[in-house]
């Protein structure tokens, strides 16, 4: 392979410009595609990204109904209107029509046999061999799953729940139910049964599907207890679905009242006719995802058909610029809305490379040894592994065979700088960054980059195609070249249809739009630059206030983690409540587990000193043998803060939301030693 390394990169400061955009990205992506349609069938010319952007938002019917149009989004009945109004908490899209998801997924296709054997989906996972789906099979299979749940009694409503690792199981059995009007909800297998069962029993599910166990790198890992007890904490089930996966099997003599059934029984019948697919409403319920759990009880997230649809079909063509057979590979699990972006692939005829197991085994370059089996096109990673395999030296662009790689995506935290700069120098102009921020409230990108979008150092693209995002000021007025509150001030199609078990949409107002009336609060903290970029620094109610002045957490991050011995750090800032200038408090994992002695706080100190500014001196620095992070790689910032101003752990963070949950045990001593615990 020949290396894209350049010979000496050059260092690079925030907003430099690392890959402009080339000069034949119109005529060779799909938003230049879409542009282009635009300008034959609406009579409208865009001469760049700002142009398109700002039309976007400023003409959210024109805007979304050509998407709608250009993607040939079937509506069973037709819509009235795009949008109600603007209104961002009440506005309703494409009334009166009804649509299904999964008919876009499996279904629009004039001649099944035309590509029944093209490929559909792959599989790779530490637990059994890899699997290959094409669209024949998958289609018959989620025929064969829709008849099955029928049998099962569910039905248009129902409610589906799957603790399912990463597998085509899981895909299947989604769009079995979506097909049918029923409303799908996933956990991944690492959750505990406490955890699943305060997320599920919301919903009061009819069918749960499971696994009795799985492989995590080289360990087996035994779930037949854990399902046994999720089954009894969920009163409402009628059946259990076991998927076969890993050692042993389920005992329905466990089980009590719900009946087992295997995944090859539900899947027995050849389902007669052409493949079905009930026509729903456009906000009529898809799934429901649950927010993470590091803040209280995981909110119920409620997606609609429509709304889904329409906002994947935009990102993944427009801004991922995926096309009919390329191969998109990011991990995750299905407790993320990563999982259920992943599977939106196939609305565009891509394949999803769908991943089970540990991402790191046996070592940092599986993943991109993966990348390159597959043929990987868009690869997706996290800002930590991006930096550690930075930290390691690692030049996966020299030792495997990338070449049909296009677009690396990366989400789930800011990256510094010199992530950026690794990433891009290494792979050349050839791939684009697209570095972007969104969330489970709306299962897509808030702000990220794309082929008509330059890539700058340390900064986002800009705001998605379709979304009014700003920053606003304490005052409630959009602020430029500040950081302020993320928010949206027009509606997007995939904001939830609220809520379960909210029926008056107090509590999903109260989330979202109380703290300023009118406009979405998405709770991160934001600088918008003049030309659109953007930096987003953490969680807004995380972002340190000392003296006056707030102070992004990533900033912290990037300096100290650069220290050669320093492989994770956390900053948490603890008020006064008298009114003094409180307590900023910064945590470090030191390379060898060692305790931070005299010289590694000196050499922190000035490195904060010197790269940022005196009022980034922390007050205390800390050694730790572990950061505590979410599921998504994020830092725990604000459960930690709240744990050492003495509120009860098990009050501000599920523990099976952490992806190591022995992680906080030692900051909860930390509280304790304090003395400052009240529980």
């Known amino acids: 392979m020949t290396s894209q390394t350049p010979s000496t990169p050059r260092p690079v400061a925030e907003g430099d ?10 005529a060779t992506s799909g938003v230049g595609a879409f542009l282009g349609w635009l300008e034959r069938h609406r009579g409208l010319a865009f001469a760049d990204y700002d142009e398109l952007w700002r039309w976007s938002v400023d003409d959210l019917d024109g805007f979304w109904g050509a998407v709608a149009a250009y993607f040939g989004v079937r509506f069973s009945t037709p819509y009235e209107r795009v949008l109600t109004s603007r209104s961002v908490s009440g506005a309703r899209w494409f009334t009166g ?31 059994r061999e ?13 025929a064969r799953a829709r008849a099955g749940l029928r049998r099962l009694g569910v039905g248009h409503g129902d409610r589906v729940v799957a603790y ?8 299947v059995a989604f769009l079995a139910t979506a097909s049918l009007g029923a409303v799908w909800s996933s956990c991944a297998t690492e959750f505990g049964a406490r955890s699943v069962v305060d997320r599920f029993s919301q919903l009061e599910p009819t069918v749960l599907l499971a696994v009795p166990g799985y492989v995590y790198g080289g360990r087996s890992v035994d779930r037949r207890a854990r399902v046994v007890e999720v089954a009894a904490g969920l009163p409402t089930l009628t059946h259990v679905v076991e998927v076969p996966y ?15 059934v295997g995944w090859d029984d539900l899947l027995a019948a050849a389902p007669t006719g052409p493949a079905l697919f009930d026509p729903v409403p456009f906000d009529h319920p898809l799934y429901v995802l649950f927010s993470s759990g590091t803040t209280g009880r995981p909110k119920a997230i409620v997606h609609g058909h429509g709304g889904i649809l329409v906002e994947h079909l935009k990102n993944h063509a427009l801004h991922w610029d995926l096309r009919p057979g390329d191969r998109l590979l990011w991990y995750t699990t299905t407790s993320w809305m990563m999982w259920n972006a992943l599977v939106s692939a196939l609305l565009l005829r891509a394949v999803p490379v769908m991943i089970d197991g540990n991402p790191f085994f046996p070592d940092l370059m599986a993943q991109w040894r993966l990348a390159a089996r597959v043929g990987a096109t868009l690869v997706g990673v996290s800002p930590g592994y991006v930096m550690a395999c930075r930290k390691e030296g690692l030049a996966p662009w020299d030792e495997v065979d990338l070449s049909a790689v296009r677009q690396i995506g990366c989400v789930g935290s800011p990256l510094p700088v010199d992530g950026f700069s690794w990433l891009q120098n290494g792979f050349g102009p050839r791939v684009l960054l697209n570095v972007g921020s969104g969330g489970t409230d709306v299962c897509s990108g808030i702000v990220q980059g794309g082929p008509l979008q330059p890539v700058l150092a340390g900064q986002m693209s800009g705001a998605a195609l379709g979304v009014a995002a700003a920053a606003f000021d304490h005052d409630n007025a959009p602020v430029v070249g500040d950081f302020g509150e993320l928010v949206i001030t027009a509606p997007m199609p995939s904001m939830p249809v609220g809520f379960w ?25 934001i600088r918008f630059t003049d030309r659109g970029s953007c930096v987003i620094t953490g969680r807004s109610d995380a972002t340190l206030n000392r003296g006056g002045v707030r102070l992004g957490t990533a900033d912290f991050y990037a300096v100290v983690e650069e220290l050669p011995d320093i492989v994770d750090s956390l900053v948490v800032h603890l008020e006064d409540p008298d009114g003094g200038p409180g307590e900023l408090i910064l945590f470090v994992v030191h390379r060898d587990g060692l305790a ?9 100190v000035e490195a904060l000193r010197t790269n940022l500014s005196p009022r980034h001196v922390p007050d205390a620095v800390v050694g730790m043998a572990a950061v505590p992070r979410g599921r998504t790689g994020k830092k725990l910032e604000l459960p930690v803060k709240r744990i050492l101003q003495g509120a009860d752990p098990d009050t501000v963070v599920s523990r099976d939301a952490l992806a190591d949950p022995q992680a906080l045990v030692a900051y909860v001593e930390e509280a304790r030693r304090r003395q400052v615990v009240r529980w």
């Open 17 to 26: 410009v690392l890959r402009p955009v080339p000069s034949d990205a119109r």
């Open 130 to 142: 890899p699997i290959r789906l094409t669209w024949g099979e998958l289609r018959d299979q989620v």
């Open 246 to 260: 890993g050692a042993g099997a389920l005992d329905a003599a466990f089980f009590g009242s719900p009946a087992l």
């Open 596 to 604: 931070v002695d005299d010289d590694v706080r000196r050499r922190v």
């Open 97 to 127: 029509s009804t649509v299904n998801y999964a008919e876009h997924m499996v279904g629009l296709v004039e001649d099944p046999a035309a590509d029944a054997d093209d490929l559909a989906v792959l599989a790779y996972s530490q637990t």
């Open 164 to 171: 399912l690792p990463n597998v085509p199981e899981a895909l």
């Open 501 to 525: 078990g909210d029926p008056d949409g107090r509590a999903y107002r109260a989330a979202y739009f109380d703290d300023i009336p009118g406009v979405w609060r998405h709770g991160d903290w």
